[in-house]
């Protein structure tokens, strides 16, 4: 099984062209990243260039924001940069200039693009997950490598009941290829349980002296604590819904705002409003049984009367076929 990396993912969302119609700290920053680029403070240039793109999402900006990542050696965050304004610019004549750029340099820059191949032993185990830099990698077939950044990166694998897993691989900044095997995970042993403690007994017959009466639990006081934990039950179950609610409420929000919105944006923004008002209904049903469950142990607790009843024990030799002890009482 081979994984692909997934680097950035390509927003085709229209984007505004020439900064028509500027905000006015996106233009301030993205003034700032070509005076620092020009002096030569290209971390700095990127940083200033990377801001202004969250305020003002532009392709000028994401062409300076490439060629500023280039400039510092990250050929690889480049070249996914790059291939971002190749596509956003697709097909659009008034900024095929940005296009015809993008393309140059995307082929310029794949023949020195270090790569990172990573083979998954099988069978993979279910909820196993993959990592790099703590970032999510995909699974993809066939012997795909993806180009990464020049440095160390942490590959990291785990799985419910196994042992976490991870690895340092250093990659030069330009023309390395390497390759990373995740072995198969290891299971976690439970711990053996203590050996439990001998004890001689004489064979003569033992009788134990009876015990003070021990009061029994009544009916309703053993349905109260059923009742108690189901409330129990159903407040951890609202807790879980209404946090569902309060994220899907926060990605449809996230999905289709006022600088982007497409028509597939708001039709997936709508299902996902819909699933967060189907949570909420759920978390408020939830809580209603709890509270109800919680009364009715309360009331169940407070009228039912404990009834005592004898505790007693006793023990004897027991020979033939099977030598040992004979255990016998009530409790």
């Known amino acids: 099984m081979r994984i692909l990396v997934t680097w950035l993912a390509l927003t085709l969302a229209m984007v505004s062209v020439a900064r028509g119609q500027p905000q006015p700290d996106a233009e301030r920053l993205f003034a700032d990243g070509m005076r620092l680029m020009s002096e030569g403070s290209y971390a700095a240039a990127c940083a200033a260039f990377e801001q202004s793109q969250r305020l003002d999402v532009n392709l000028s900006t994401l062409m300076k924001l490439a060629t500023c990542r280039e400039k510092t050696g990250q050929l690889a965050t480049a070249w996914a940069l790059f291939v971002e304004a190749e596509v956003l610019s697709r097909d659009r004549a008034a900024v095929a200039r940005y ?63 196994f042992r976490d897993w991870s690895l340092t691989v250093d990659i030069a900044p330009e023309g390395d290829a390497q390759h990373a095997t ?31 009466a021990s009061p029994r639990r009544s009916v309703r006081r053993t349905v109260a604590l059923g009742l108690g934990a189901g409330s129990v039950v159903a407040l951890g179950a ?11 409420r926060d990605d449809a929000a996230e999905t289709c705002t006022r600088v982007r919105c497409s028509m597939d944006d708001s ?65």
């Open 99 to 161: 296009h015809d750029a993008a393309a140059q340099r995307i082929a310029a820059l794949a023949p020195r693009l270090s790569t990172l191949t990573v083979t998954v032993t099988e069978p993979v185990p279910d909820g196993f997950a993959l990592t790099l830099d703590g970032v999510a990698l995909v699974r993809s077939p066939g012997n795909a490598s993806v180009p990464v950044d020049g440095g160390a990166h942490v590959l990291a694998a785990t799985a419910p009941g």
């Open 267 to 331: 039709v997936a923004a709508t299902r996902l409003h819909a699933r967060a008002q189907r949570r909420a209904l759920a978390t408020n049903i939830s809580l209603g049984v709890a509270a109800a469950s919680a009364t009715a142990a309360v009331v169940l607790w407070l009228t039912g009367d404990d009834e005592p009843r004898p505790r007693r024990l006793s023990i004897a030799p027991q020979l033939g076929n099977a030598n040992g002890l004979a255990v016998a009482g009530s409790f």
């Open 238 to 248: 609202s807790a879980v819904l209404g946090w569902q609610a309060n994220t899907l």
């Open 182 to 212: 995740v072995p198969a995970l290891e299971p976690l042993t439970p711990a053996a349980p203590a050996p439990s403690p001998s004890i001689t007994v004489p064979t003569a017959a033992l009788q134990a002296a009876p015990s003070p």
